[in-house]
């Protein structure tokens, strides 16, 4: 949900992790992020959330800038190889 001062967004990517914490999930296998823009993926703020709760030698990350768009995937650590484990 995009506020109109950037500081105070709520990224889809967290309130889908904090739906699935709030049912009782763990674990995140797989995340899908769509928006209209070129050549993007999670933030870096989003991307915390999405190593906290996944194992980032697994985890696919499917990005698509556009409706009906290509898809781009990537593994969690090839966005950021060198995130602390």
């Known amino acids: 949900?995009?506020?109109?001062?950037r500081s105070h967004d709520i990224h889809a990517e967290v309130n889908a992790i904090g739906t699935m914490v709030s049912a009782g999930e763990?674990?995140?296998?797989?995340?899908?992020?769509a928006a209209e823009r070129?050549?993007?993926?999670?933030?870096?703020?989003?991307?915390d959330w999405i190593f906290q709760f996944s194992?980032?030698?697994t985890c696919l990350v499917v990005c698509q800038s556009?409706?009906?768009?290509?898809i781009a995937e990537y593994r969690l650590?090839?966005?950021?190889?060198?995130?602390?484990?």
């Open 1 to 5: 949900m995009e506020h109109r001062f």
């Open 26 to 33: 763990k674990e995140i296998l797989a995340i899908a992020i």
């Open 38 to 47: 070129d050549r993007f993926t999670p933030c870096g703020a989003c991307m």
């Open 55 to 57: 194992d980032p030698d």
């Open 66 to 70: 556009a409706p009906n768009g290509p």
């Open 77 to 85: 650590r090839d966005l950021m190889p060198f995130y602390p484990r």
